[in-house]
């Protein structure tokens, strides 16, 4: 059974930074895995896409709210994704999951097509 770990969540004030980080453990191939993305849901919200990379080399992509303060990277050797956040927001106060996709063919933010997910990890950005 394939399990994704997050872990680096916390708490920082704005302006400051966290690194997430999320490894896949079990039966997993980098070469299966078709896309890694971040997503993240805020109390009252939907889930939204955040960022995501794929593991064929294209991308990365960004929602438009985090461009230029978030960035996600890839460790096929390892089965692990990081996500570096900085200049962090209190808007950007939410769960975040990592999740892995199978598939081809879509847009790395639809959620859906995602295969497994994590048991998310809390950033809150106070103000």
């Known amino acids: 059974e394939v399990q994704l770990a997050e872990s680096g969540g916390g708490s920082v004030q704005t302006g400051g930074s966290l690194r997430l980080s999320c490894k896949a453990s079990?039966?997993?191939?980098?070469?299966?895995?078709?896309?890694w993305g971040w997503f993240r849901q805020a109390p009252g919200k939907e889930r939204e896409g955040v960022a995501g990379?794929?593991?064929?080399?294209?991308?990365?992509y960004y929602a438009d709210s985090v461009k230029g303060r978030f960035t996600i990277s890839l460790d096929n050797a390892e089965n692990t994704v990081y996500l570096q956040m900085n200049s962090l927001k209190p808007e950007d106060t939410a769960l975040y999951y990592c999740?892995?996709?199978?598939?081809?063919?879509?847009?790395?933010?639809?959620?859906?097509?995602?295969?497994?997910w994590g048991q998310g990890t809390q950033v809150t950005v106070s103000s």
């Open positions: 999740a892995a996709r199978l598939t081809y063919g879509q847009s790395w933010s639809e959620a859906y097509w995602y295969s497994y």
């Open positions: 079990g039966v997993i191939d980098s070469k299966t895995v078709t896309c």
């Open positions: 990379i794929y593991t064929s080399g294209l991308g990365p």
